[in-house]
């Protein structure tokens, strides 16, 4: 008989255990939120740039950029930085909707970077238009609030490996994505139709 109460117990308590409302409410974290409109501001790569401290905001507000993710040691992005170097040489291009950026600042000295995508004989990739040096302490901004993000650099950019292909637009937000690892010309036209 107590074997029975005791069960019987254990059961209704269960039944109120936990939730008893009818109403389910959700709560986001909106720490995490990613902006759809972004800027960072980093340094460039030397070279003949005349841009000391890069901010992408003023970068995109002429145009369409394609950001191009690159790593000194990603094959792949060499095979699309001599493309695209080739197009911009051809006319097809221009070099100011052209924007690399360094992916694996952690592991990857900025020497190595400079020895690949430098723009000097010396380089065996070398691009002619801005390459950025973030790190992942690099602060992004939520350009509709004007205010710091806290989703993190690469996050807020979807953690993009290399080479990733992103086309941001005047406003600041990814309007095209691509993780295509060796170059092809269906890739390149649909990048073209989108920055020129």
């Known amino acids: 008989m ?3 109460a005791f069960i019987f117990i254990i059961l209704i308590c269960s039944a109120f255990s936990g939730c008893i409302s009818d109403e389910q409410q ?3 974290d ?3 939120d990613i902006p759809d409109r972004l800027s960072f501001s980093a340094p460039v790569l030397n070279g003949t740039s005349n841009i000391t401290n890069f ?3 003023e ?4 145009g369409p950029v394609l950001m191009l993710w690159v790593a000194a040691g990603c094959m792949g992005c060499h095979s699309w930085t001599d493309l695209l170097a080739n197009e911009v040489e051809n006319g097809n291009i ?3 909707s052209l924007l690399s950026v360094h992916r694996y600042s952690s592991f990857e000295s900025e020497s190595y970077v400079e020895e690949v995508y430098g723009n000097h004989q010396n380089s065996s990739n070398p691009v002619y238009w801005p390459l950025v040096l973030p790190s992942e302490d690099t602060i992004v901004y939520d350009l509709e609030t004007g205010f710091e993000s806290n989703s993190g650099f690469y996050n807020s950019f979807g953690n993009p490996s290399t ?3 992103q086309i941001m637009n005047t406003n600041g937000e990814i309007i095209w994505n ?12 649909e990048i073209k139709f989108f920055i020129n």
């Open 2 to 4: 107590k074997s029975s």
């Open 26 to 28: 959700i709560l986001e």
């Open 30 to 32: 909106s720490s995490n």
């Open 55 to 57: 901010n992408l905001e």
């Open 59 to 62: 970068y995109v507000s002429e």
């Open 94 to 96: 221009s070099n100011s």
């Open 163 to 165: 080479p990733t292909l």
């Open 178 to 189: 691509s993780k295509t690892y060796w170059p092809t010309l269906e890739v390149l036209e």
